[in-house]
């Protein structure tokens, strides 16, 4: 083994200077969600099979999928990493550190061995986009942002280096999530312009024009943007954000068709497909559209990852898919996830036990038609529904579905709350300005009620 140096010039240890190139190529396939990050992590195996941070990526990997199933395999890569600690070079020694401490169900100890890592190596891209992730999972954009911030000295006018764009696209997205969508979408097209393949470019901007109720451009963007051919499924994450902007402007059939070619992968249980495919249909659910049998398709494949646990945002979903078609089993799951806080002390444990049991007993509620109970639950947190990570746009579902719930059970002034506090904020969203307008009605408020109706025409107009 010698000490070599990667395309940034960090000490890596390894069998060879190949063996560093190859992982650096691995690397950047999975800063650009491409289709071959498996072959070229085998590649680099091919090449050092005893590569500490080889490893390492693989445990990472094994941790993103959110199985638990796979948690075994990540600590199994974390003990072949370790085996070369005697040798590693001390940045190296630290992502061991963040590996150990996922595999034992701690992301936040995780967190810390990374924003360490940046500290002192702000040119690790590999800290600073697991940072990227697990920030995300807690719902902490403060620190998605600013992790980016921190190391940003040292990357400024780098556009030589390969993975600058990538950094660009990272520091655009956590922008955009902190509500700073003319930086983002700047930054965020910029990052395009320097390399049509990096997917979180053309994502960020997605997620600024849907942040803005800027639809029609933002389904113009997709289509002249997020047809890249080597990207592996965040592509159908990218058409689900079309499909949340033609749903926005009461486009439903394509949304339905979108779906069933573009967002739905029937082979996918990847948790990523599935929260897409469960929030898109949900949406459509609310303005009454039949989507056939295709909940159907989604609640068994639930079933079937009921006893992860890993992620609140993804079982949030999950939970909803279940309570669509199997009250029973959708109960049973939110009193095991009842059992899991109460026994377990880990990141999931804790998200569980301040927002993320109420929120899926509420989803649950809400399928059951249980309108009362749905609002009981979530309003009082609502708040806190960050913490179960997910972006501003996923998230938005939930408070959906309580401006839904408290509308279904007349809770008039509940929903004239929510629905002014979402007017306030996205003054060019036609939708809530005519749940407004007609809740205003319901209230007896007809001049409220006619002004609202005169927003929500000119919203549509502009």
């Known amino acids: ?17 190949e063996a560093v190139d190859a992982f650096d190529c691995t690397l950047v396939a999975y800063l650009r969600f491409g289709n071959d990050i498996g072959d070229l992590l085998k590649a680099t195996y091919s090449l050092d099979s005893e590569m500490l941070l080889a490893n390492v990526l693989r445990g990472y990997f094994m941790q993103m999928m959110g199985v638990r199933a796979l948690v075994p395999k990540a600590q199994q890569a974390l003990e072949a990493a370790q085996g070369g600690t005697a040798i590693a070079t001390p940045r190296e020694q630290l992502h061991v550190k963040a590996l150990e401490a996922w595999c034992n169900l701690d992301l936040f100890g995780a967190s810390e061995a990374w924003e360490a890592c940046i500290r002192d190596y702000p040119m690790d891209v590999l800290a ?8 995300f999972y807690v719902g902490d954009s403060i620190n998605l942002r600013n992790s980016v911030g921190r190391v940003w000295h040292a990357w400024e006018g780098r556009e030589d280096l390969e993975t600058y764009g990538y950094m660009l696209s990272m520091r ?16 965020g097209r910029a990052a395009n312009n320097l390399n049509e393949s990096d997917a979180w470019a053309v994502h960020t901007v997605a997620h600024v024009c849907e942040m803005e109720d800027r639809q029609t451009d933002g389904i113009v963007w997709l289509n002249a943007k997020g047809g890249y051919r080597n990207w592996n499924n965040f592509r159908h994450h990218l058409a689900w954000h079309k499909g949340l902007m033609l749903f926005e402007v009461g486009r439903h059939d394509e949304v339905l068709a979108l779906y069933d070619d573009g967002i739905f992968d029937p082979d996918s249980n990847e948790y990523l497909d599935l929260t897409n495919d469960i929030s898109i249909l949900a949406r459509l659910d609310f303005e009454g559209i039949d989507v056939g049998d295709r909940w159907n398709v989604l609640g068994e494949k639930a079933k079937g990852r009921v006893d992860d646990k890993l992620l609140a ?11 669509t078609i199997d009250n029973e089993a959708a109960r049973n799951y939110v009193s095991s996830i009842d059992d899991y806080r109460d026994s377990k002390d880990d990141t999931y444990a804790h998200i569980a036990q301040v927002v993320g049991y109420d929120l899926c007993d509420a989803l649950v509620a809400y399928r059951a038609k249980d309108f009362v109970g749905c609002v009981d639950a979530l309003e009082p947190v609502r708040d806190h529904v960050e913490l179960i990570g997910g972006s501003n746009a996923q998230r938005d579902l939930f408070a959906q579905i309580l401006i839904d719930a408290a509308i279904r059970s007349e809770q008039w002034s509940l929903a004239r709350s929510l629905l002014s506090e979402r007017t306030a904020l996205k003054p060019r969203n036609v939708r809530a300005w005519r749940q407004l307008s007609m809740t205003l009605k319901s209230m007896g408020d ?4 006619q002004l609202a109706s005169i927003k929500a025409d000119a919203a549509g107009r502009s």
Request: net charge negative; aromatic share 10%; proline share 0%.
């Open 1 to 17: 083994m010698s000490v070599l140096t990667d395309h940034v010039g960090l000490e890596v240890t390894a069998a060879s200077q």
């Open 128 to 135: 600073v986009k697991m940072l990227h992730y697990s920030h």
């Open 172 to 187: 655009a997205f956590g922008l955009e999530e902190t509500g700073d969508y003319a930086q983002a979408e700047s930054l």
């Open 313 to 323: 945002f993804v079982d949030a979903h999950f939970a909803l898919a279940l309570g």
């Open 446 to 449: 007809d001049a409220g009620y």
